[in-house]
């Protein structure tokens, strides 16, 4: 059983959780880079799979898997706490009523696609990298981490992109907006490799933790560890 005083996961599923909220608030806005157009989350979005492979390397399936849950809670409270306070009744004093709905007037569609994408994407993802871990037997860290992120986040923009914009985009608008976007995402992965290694190894050192989860329950639908 793992010990219990465990020194950086609740650091680790702060920063997660933050960054999953503080992405769906930036993609509220349209981005350009040259003819790639992409919403403001993407900026930001990327790490959470970095984040959950972190979590699932070194704490196991179990810890990751409640620090998703975690993470949806969070983003569920903060669109519910918008929502209400959208209408509520205006101040007289307040004019930026229309400011606060273009920014943080969620529709239906968005929040189910975000939602729903985020928790199939980082179960698949850590799932995926639980699994090599045990086939490679602990061994080529970089087709871990990079193999989990390629179905995660595959996974992740198709749900989205569907949910979110289905019977909007044209086919071939879909294509290339999951291709462009998946492919992003991945490449943030393999840029940040480097990076990625040395936060493991630093973790997993001060934790003298190293978590293989060949007797787990990989069931989604569970918290408790």
Do not use: C, H
Not at 15 to 40: C, E, H, Q, R
Not at 127 to 145: A, P
Not at 186 to 203: G, K, S
């Amino acid at each position: 059983m793992m010990r219990k005083n465990l020194r950086y996961y609740d650091i680790i599923l702060a920063i997660f959780a933050s960054i999953l909220l503080i992405s769906n608030l930036a993609a509220t806005k349209l981005v350009a880079f040259g003819p790639i157009i992409a919403d403001g989350g993407a900026i930001l979005f990327p790490l959470s799979y970095i984040f959950d492979d972190i979590l699932t390397e070194v704490y196991g399936f179990k810890y990751a898997r409640r620090a998703i849950w975690t993470a949806f809670g969070v983003m569920l409270i903060g669109v519910l706490a918008f929502t209400i306070v959208r209408y509520l009744p205006v101040a007289p004093e307040y004019s930026d009523q229309l400011a606060f709905e273009s920014v943080l007037g969620f529709f239906p569609r968005i929040v189910v696609a975000s939602l729903t994408a985020f928790l199939v994407g980082s179960f698949m993802n850590s799932f995926v990298l639980s699994k090599l871990k045990i086939r490679t037997k602990g061994k080529k860290l970089w087709l871990r981490l990079i193999g989990s992120t390629i179905v995660g986040e595959l996974l992740d923009t198709i749900i989205f992109s569907l949910v979110a914009f289905g019977g909007i985009l044209t086919a071939r608008d879909m294509t290339i907006y999951i291709v462009e976007g998946w492919l992003f995402k991945t490449m943030v992965e393999v840029v940040l490799l480097p990076v990625t290694y040395r936060v493991i190894a630093f973790i997993k050192k001060g934790e003298g933790l190293d978590v293989y989860d060949k007797k787990t329950n990989f069931t989604p639908f569970k918290i408790k560890v």
